[in-house]
C-alpha cells in the first residue's frame, strides 16, 4: 500500500494527522486488492476462492487498525469520520467485488405481456402460483437478485426479509430454488449443461462455486436430463455463480418450476458410428430460442416467463434413443425419408411424469427435415400454444399431453401446422421407422470412434460429484480428452476422443480406482467412487435427490441405492445390466417408469419388536420398463409398500432379478 502514497500523504503522518493519513492508507489497500481482482475477474472458474481469501485478508487488515483507533484518547469524531469512511469504502468495494456481469438491463416486456387476454383471465381465476406470476411478474427477478443480494452484503437486510414469494417461487426463474425445509436460506441451482456437454474449466467452476458451503451442503449432482446442480449455495453466492456461467457459456436462467428444461441431445454427438444426426446444435439454438432475450442481447427471455407447467424438449441422434424422447413434451426422433433419403426427425408430444399420471410421448403424424429452422418452428409453435392454452386453473392437467387429448390427435396437428411459426416450413406425414433389428448400445467403458480414438464411460456413483472429485474429473478431462466431458441421463459421464496410447495410463488413475468408504449403518453419505467397469447393478443404478436436500422426497435414496446396488452385485449375476432407478416420490425425477426395477418412495408398514405393525419408510415396486427405439413405461405397481429396510427389500429384489431378469445366486 506504501506505493500508493503521495508525498502529501507522508506529510499526513509528519504532521500527526493520523486519521486522514489512515483512510488514506485503507483506501489505497483497497484501491489495490479490487483493481487486482477486477482484472482478474475474466478467470471466474479460478476466482471464488482468491475471492474469498482476499476479502479475508483485507477484513483482518481493517479491524486491526479499527481497534487501534478505537482507543480511549481518540476523539469521538475522529472515530467516527473514520468509521464513516470505512463503511463507504466497504460498499464501494462490494460494488467492485460483485458488478452485473451478465444480467444489467431490466427487461422491456414481461411474461404476463404475451398472454391473450382469454389467457389472462384464466390465469386471473386460476391457481395460487398463477396469482403469484400476475402480481409481480417472474421477469423482474433477472435484475431484482442482484439488489436483494447486494442488500444481504451490506447487512441491509437478510433472506428472511425478502418476500417469500421471491425467495421460494419467483426465484425459481434465475434458476434459484430455495431449500426451504430442508436448509433454509440455501439453494439449489439446476443448469443447462446443453447436450450434456461441459469442459473442464467448468467442472472447476462448479466445485470452486460449491466449495464455500463445506462438504455437507456443498455438493454437484449430475441429473437424469444430461445437468448439473449445485448445492448450498446463499443468495450472494448464487447470484455470483451466474455471472460466472455467463462468462463460461452456460447459463441457469428460466430452469425451475414452470420453465422449459435443459436441452437433452446424444452423448455421442459427432463421435459416434452410428450417428444419424448431430444434435449439438440443435440443443443451442432451441437454448437460445427460450432463454436469450432478442431486445437486450442478454439471458432471461420474457417471451417464455409466463408458462403454464415445467416443458421438456430433447433431440435424438439415432436409433439408441439415449435421450428418451418418450418422456419429454416434444422428441425430435431422427428419420430418413423413405422416398427422398433426406435426413429429417419424425417429432413426438406429449410425454411427462407426474404425480398424478405419467404419458409416454405419442406421434402426430409430423416430419420435419432436419434443419434449424424446421426444428426452431416446431418448438416456437408448441410453446405458444402450451403458454397460451394450457390450464391454468388444476396444475396437474397443466402439461402439454392434456392439449392434444383435448384437440384430438388430427386436430392438434392441424392447429399446430396453423401456427404462424410454421408459415413456410416444410412439414409432410410421419415417415416409416427402420425395421431392421437394433440394440442400444452401452455408454459405460471403453469404446472406438469412428476416427479411431476411444470414448471412455465413466460411472459415478448416483450421479453425486464432491468437491474434490470434481477437480479429479476436470484433471482427467484436461489430461485425456481435451478439456472435454460429456453427461448423460444415467447420471454418468464420459471422456472423449482419448488416443489409443493413453488408455492404459487412464485406466489406472487412482481416481478410477478408489473404493469408497463404508456406507453400513444407515450413514448419509456416498462413496464417490468413479469406476470405468461398475458392475451390471450398481454401474446402472440411478437415484433422485432424495429427502437428504429435497422436501418432496419421502424416502432417502441415494445413499440407499448405492449401498444395495452394491450388496446385490455381490450376491447375485446377472446376464446384463439391471438397471434400478430410485425416486423418494411420485414426481419420479428418478424416473421409476422407465426401469427394469423402480423403487418409488412410499408408505409402509412392519412389524416391531412388540409385534405391532408401525409406519415406516417404505416404496412402491415398478418393474418391467424399457429403453431405446421401442420404450415402454411401466404404469402401474408391480408390489405396494415394502418397508425400505435393507433386510426387507434386498430379498424382493433378488427374487424379482432372477424371475424376470435371469440372475443366479453367486
Known amino acids: 500500500a506504501g506505493y500508493c502514497l503521495d508525498d502529501g500523504d507522508w506529510d499526513l503522518v509528519e504532521k500527526e494527522h493520523p486519521t486522514q493519513m489512515m483512510a488514506r492508507l485503507m483506501a489505497s489497500c483497497f484501491i489495490v486488492s479490487t483493481a487486482a481482482a477486477a482484472w482478474l475477474k475474466p478467470m471466474r472458474s479460478r476466482l471464488h476462492r482468491l475471492d474469498t481469501v482476499s476479502m479475508m485478508a483485507e477484513e483482518k487488515v481493517e479491524q486491526g487498525f479499527w481497534s487501534k483507533m478505537r482507543s480511549p484518547n481518540m476523539p469521538a469524531q475522529t472515530v467516527h469520520d473514520l468509521n464513516q469512511h470505512l463503511t463507504e469504502t466497504r460498499q464501494e468495494l462490494t460494488r467492485l467485488q460483485h458488478p452485473r456481469f451478465s444480467i444489467s438491463i431490466p427487461k422491456h416486456t414481461t411474461g404476463t405481456s404475451y398472454l391473450p387476454a382469454e389467457t389472462l383471465s384464466r390465469c386471473d381465476k386460476g391457481s395460487q402460483f398463477e396469482k ?22 451490506s447487512d441491509e437486510i437478510t433472506w428472511e426479509d425478502i418476500d417469500p414469494l421471491d425467495v421460494n417461487t419467483r426465484y425459481k426463474w434465475t434458476g434459484l430454488l430455495h431449500r426451504a425445509k430442508k436448509h433454509p436460506g440455501t439453494f439449489m441451482m439446476r443448469l443447462r449443461c446443453l447436450n450434456g456437454i461441459i469442459t473442464s474449466e467448468q467442472m472447476r467452476f462448479f466445485a470452486d462455486s460449491v466449495e464455500p458451503a463445506g462438504p455437507d451442503l456443498g455438493v454437484i449432482d449430475i441429473t437424469t436430463r444430461q445437468n448439473i446442480q449445485l448445492r448450498g449455495l446463499t443468495l450472494p453466492m448464487g447470484v455470483d455463480v451466474i455471472d460466472g456461467l455467463h462468462a463460461l457459456n452456460l447459463t441457469c436462467v428460466q430452469t425451475g418450476f414452470d420453465n422449459i428444461r ?69 422428441g425430435y426422433q431422427p428419420c430418413v425419408h423413405a422416398n427422398t433419403g433426406e435426413m429429417g426427425f419424425n417429432v413426438v408430444f406429449g410425454g411427462y411424469m407426474s404425480i398424478k399420471r405419467v404419458a409416454a ?34 396444475r396437474q392437467k397443466a402439461r402439454l399431453m392434456w392439449i392434444i387429448e383435448k384437440y384430438g390427435v388430427e386436430d392438434w396437428r392441424k392447429k399446430l401446422l396453423e401456427e404462424p411459426a410454421l408459415q413456410g416450413i416444410r412439414v409432410e406425414n410421419q415417415q416409416p421407422e427402420p425395421t431392421t433389428p437394433y440394440e442400444r448400445r452401452e455408454l ?96 446402472h443404478t440411478i437415484a433422485c435427490t432424495g429427502n437428504q436436500y429435497c422436501g418432496l422426497a419421502m424416502i432417502e435414496t441415494k445413499a440407499s441405492a448405492e449401498r444395495i446396488a452394491r450388496k446385490l452385485d455381490n450376491l447375485i449375476t446377472t446376464p446384463r445390466p439391471l438397471r434400478i432407478h430410485w425416486t423418494g416420490c411420485p414426481n419420479s425425477c428418478g424416473q421409476v417408469q422407465a426401469a427394469d426395477i423402480g423403487l418409488m418412495g412410499a408408505a409402509a408398514k412392519k412389524m416391531n419388536d412388540q409385534g405391532k405393525m408401525k409406519p415406516c419408510p417404505g416404496v412402491n415396486i415398478f418393474v418391467g420398463g424399457k429403453l431405446g427405439e421401442h420404450a ?33 445366486d453367486k
Open 632 to 664: 415402454f413405461l411401466s404404469l402401474e405397481p408391480y408390489k405396494k409398500g415394502v418397508p425400505q429396510a435393507d433386510e426387507d427389500l434386498i430379498p424382493e429384489l433378488i427374487a424379482i432379478a432372477k424371475e424376470r431378469f435371469g440372475a443366479v
Open 262 to 330: 435443459n436441452m437433452v441431445g446424444n452423448p455421442l454427438a459427432g463421435i459416434d458410428e452410428n450417428e444419424m444426426v448431430d444434435t449439438r446444435p440443435f440443443c443451442n439454438m432451441l437454448n437460445d430460442l427460450v432463454t436469450l432475450d432478442p431486445a437486450t442481447g442478454e439471458r432471461g427471455n420474457p417471451a417464455y416467463c409466463n408458462l403454464g407447467r415445467k416443458f421438456n424438449i430433447c433431440v435424438s441422434g439415432g436409433r439408441d434413443d439415449f435421450e428418451h424422447t418418450n418422456i419429454n413434451d416434444i
Open 361 to 394: 410421448s405419442i406421434p402426430c403424424g409430423i416430419w420435419i427435415p432436419a434443419t434449424m429452422e424446421a426444428v426452431r418452428a416446431i418448438a416456437e409453435g408448441t410453446l405458444r400454444i402450451f403458454r397460451d392454452e394450457g390450464d391454468r386453473s388444476d
Open 132 to 153: 403469484i406470476k400476475l402480481t409481480k411478474d417472474t421477469s423482474k427477478m433477472f435484475t431484482q437478485m442482484y439488489d436483494d443480494a447486494e442488500k444481504i452484503r
Open 444 to 539: 459405460i467403458g471403453v469404446h472406438k470412434q469412428p476416427n479411431g480414438k476411444f470414448r471412455v464411460g465413466v460411472h459415478v456413483s448416483v450421479g453425486r460429484v464432491s468437491v474434490d472429485m470434481a477437480r479429479e474429473i476436470a484433471d482427467l478431462a484436461d489430461k485425456y480428452s481435451d478439456g472435454e466431458i460429456r453427461l448423460t441421463v444415467e447420471q454418468n459421464f464420459l471422456l472423449p476422443n482419448v488416443n489409443e496410447s493413453e488408455l492404459e495410463s487412464l485406466l489406472n488413475e487412482p481416481a478410477l480406482n478408489r473404493d469408497g468408504p463404508d456406507l453400513e449403518n444407515g450413514k448419509l453419505i456416498i462413496s464417490g467412487k468413479l469406476s470405468v467397469e461398475p458392475g451390471n447393478i450398481y454401474g
